[in-house]
């Protein structure tokens, strides 16, 4: 479940494609989080409520008008603004290779 | 705290150090991850004999209680239960996590280093709040985990084996339902265990992860679990399917109206019922106390200062209990996290975020509950700039003020077709005009000195489940202490100093003309700071009054006046038409409407913000702009733009 050794470092994205971040993530599709494009102090806050490299994470429902957006991550929910689940980068999903 | 510092020397200690205090006092803390059941087990282990209060100079709460032990084992001392606030680590980054710390390193000034700790964890989700046993452990203090949730784990399919989790953390395991009080028995057990010295620690087999290396402390989580063939339970199906209606892009926001109107509405007119019953009891018992009494100027005191004084504030017993009523209810069923989500991004327009919005609205009827609700906010940030825009908010107290002023001064025209006229529109105004000041105020203090580090907003959002009686019943209990103890304390002393300056110098034995007293001295000495304002020396006397509550004011223009001190008073409103200009009578209504002339207000924001220094700022700021809007409009009012 947990594959930190394998990826932790690797921010850069292959083959050139825009990375995605959480935000652009549609309801109801998982992606894995890589990295957490986040002053230190705030990754380890959301580092501590599951948003950890390598954890799978699916976009649930949002308030009217598209946010906050509740997200599953790690056996629980957590509503997070748009402005910081776009600073949360998805790994390439692999058809898309 | 002369005992055992560092706890290197008692590492394996069978028996936690004996204060030096003659009588032993067992301190045991619970700690665990927000959401846990924390407050909840704690309710349970101390019932009614808990009390709050705050961490000293900091905004976080705290909460001791005495464990209801019942004695069986032959030894005497008590054992003091400490609640600590919820965290999901101990890296001290916020106020929350540093307090924990402190508290468990005997750091905290008057709490001993506990010795020992309930370790609350939610079993539903124990992957992720396994990580902070790491750190906890690491203490080597004599803990017991508590896996909560144990119903709800079961009756989702889930499962954990607690002898192997015992095993591999080297520390007793309970599978509990604290809501439900299934295994509680355990958790006393552990406390008479401790507290006898017969616990021993074992060192834990797995070895503890590097703290500081989050993942690194996940996957151990993780492992941990796998090794006490824990398994996940299967998502909350019934927390799905209310979330889907609850967070229904158009049935989600109507229902979110019709909670937020049922709230409003049942503070602010449901509440009207019962304070008016008690304002009536209050009254005749001052009667009642005043016909036994001989008359003297010591049962003028009591009867007209204390009994009336402390009767105004706790008038509005019902309307705190009513909305904390509602709150409980909101919070302990998983919706105000739902509430939230939906009011954040108009919140968030103002700086502020979506757990601010009901205690705002709760400002409406009374800023007083309204700034003890905000403790349901986290961020100390968000928190602090709620508190200290709540009381813009039109509180109910200046209604009678309002309708006095607005009745003797302002024509009731027809404005916008029959129903709504000139005196409706200026009440309007009025509110308006709190609202955009509180909203202004907000973003000053979130671009200025509330200016945060751009703490992301982060929210949670628990299962739905049912509240309790006993939970919404403690919590009742604990706000009325809280709100009786300070009308009995801060505000009863501004109320004698306040009749002694309406009372004296005594005159032939006989109590003064108000004019002649003391608080007439000070209106005399205000009036020339108050007359570019367009007051009186007798309006002077109403805001020394006031300071008491605002609705005061009408009562001592009462006295002054010689009429009857009702809002309704045909008399009172015909004297202040013939002594205050128009310009004066208007300005009079923008300065309550921006004055924190309220010190249940002023006591309430010491108690929630631990200190003097922000109710002093806030009363400050409020009187500031209240007297310079005053002022402006007397101008604009005087020099006759609007006739």
């Known amino acids: 479940m947990l594959q930190m050794s394998v990826n932790s470092g690797s921010s850069a994205v292959p083959n050139g494609a825009p990375a995605r971040t959480l935000a652009q993530l549609p309801e109801g599709e998982a992606g894995v989080l890589d990295h957490l494009d986040l002053p230190d102090d705030i990754a380890r806050r959301l580092m501590e409520l599951g948003f950890l490299p390598g954890h799978i994470i699916v976009p649930a429902r949002s308030a009217p008008g598209g946010e906050p957006r509740v997200y599953r991550v790690d056996g629980s929910e957590v509503a997070l603004r748009r402005e910081t689940a776009s600073r949360l980068i998805l790994r390439p999903s692999e058809e898309s290779r | ?643």
């Open chain 2, 1 to 643: 705290m002369s005992d055992c510092h560092d706890c290197d020397g008692c590492a394996v200690a069978v028996a936690p150090p004996p204060l030096h205090k003659g009588a032993r006092t067992h301190v045991v803390a619970i700690i665990g991850p927000p959401n846990s059941g924390k407050s909840t087990l704690f309710n349970r282990l101390t019932g009614l004999r808990q009390k709050v209060a705050n961490f000293p100079g900091v905004t976080v709460e705290q909460r001791v209680g005495k464990a209801k032990t019942n004695g069986k084992t032959a030894h005497h001392g008590e054992v003091v239960l400490v609640d600590l606030p919820g965290v999901y680590s101990l890296n001290p980054r916020s106020e929350d996590e540093q307090v924990t710390r402190d508290v468990l390193a005997g750091n905290m000034p008057g709490i001993p280093k506990p010795d020992a700790l309930l370790l609350i964890l939610d079993c539903t989700n124990l992957g992720r709040h396994l990580v902070l046993a790491a750190p906890i452990l690491s203490l080597k203090l004599p803990t017991l985990v508590i896996l909560n949730m144990a119903d709800d784990l079961k009756s989702r399919g889930g499962h954990v084996d607690t002898a192997e989790l015992a095993n591999e953390l080297g520390s007793p395991v309970a599978l509990i339902s604290a809501a439900k009080g299934q295994g509680v028995e355990k958790v006393f057990q552990f406390m008479e265990g401790t507290s006898a010295g017969t616990t021993s620690l074992a060192p834990p087999r797995i070895e503890l992860p590097i703290l500081q290396d989050i993942p690194r402390c996940r996957q151990w989580a993780h492992d941990v679990g796998t090794g006490a063939a824990y398994r996940a339970p299967a998502p909350p199906i019934w927390t799905r399917r209310l979330d889907s209606v609850f967070l229904h892009p158009i049935a989600g926001p109507l229902i979110f109206l019709l909670v937020v109107a049922g709230v409003f509405q049942t503070i602010f007119t449901g509440a009207k019922p019962l304070m008016d019953g008690l304002q009536a009891v209050i009254q005749t018992s001052g009667q009642w106390i005043e016909h036994i009494l001989p008359p003297s100027i010591f049962r003028s005191l009591l009867v007209d200062g204390i009994w009336s004084g402390v009767g105004a504030v706790i008038v509005f017993l019902p309307q705190i209990l009513l909305l904390f009523l509602f709150i409980g209810i909101l919070e302990d069923s998983g919706y105000l996290a739902r509430a939230a989500l939906i009011a954040d991004r108009t919140m968030s327009k103002f700086g502020l975020q979506g757990k601010s919005f009901i205690p705002l609205i709760s400002a409406y009827a009374c800023a007083v509950p309204a700034i003890m609700a905000t403790r349901t906010i986290e961020n100390k940030r968000d928190r602090l700039a709620t508190i200290l825009i709540a009381p813009f908010m039109t509180c109910s107290a200046r209604l009678p003020v309002y309708t006095l002023i607005i009745a003797g001064f302002i024509a009731d025209r027809p404005l916008l077709g029959r129903f709504f006229g000139m005196q409706a529109g200026a009440l309007l105004g009025l509110y308006v005009l709190g609202f955009v000041a509180a909203i202004a105020t907000a973003r000053l203090l979130k671009s200025s000195i509330l200016r945060s580090e751009r703490v992301p907003f982060v929210l949670e959002m628990p299962p739905y489940r049912w509240p309790t009686l006993r939970s919404l019943g403690l919590r009742l209990i604990d706000r009325s202490k809280v709100f009786l103890r300070r009308a009995g304390t801060v505000i009863l002393l501004v109320i004698v100093v306040l009749w002694v300056l309406e009372n004296l110098p005594v005159k032939n034995g006989q109590p003064p003309e108000i004019e002649h007293s003391f608080a007439g001295m000070i209106g005399h000495a205000v009036e020339p700071v108050i007359k570019p304002l367009g007051f009186n020396w007798k309006i002077g006397i109403g805001l020394v009054s006031s300071i008491a509550a605002r609705e005061t004011i009408v009562g001592t223009l009462g006295t002054i006046y010689g009429k009857e001190g009702t809002s309704e008073s045909e008399g009172l409103r015909n004297a202040l038409r013939s002594d205050l200009t128009p310009g004066g009578a208007v300005a009079l209504l923008v300065f309550f409407a921006f004055a924190m002339q309220c010190m249940s207000t002023i006591a309430v924001v010491r108690r929630e913000t631990g200190g003097w220094k922000w109710p002093a700022i806030q009363f400050a700021y409020m009187t500031f702009l209240a007297y310079v809007c005053a002022l402006i409009t007397n101008q604009i009012v005087r020099s006759g733009i609007f006739t």
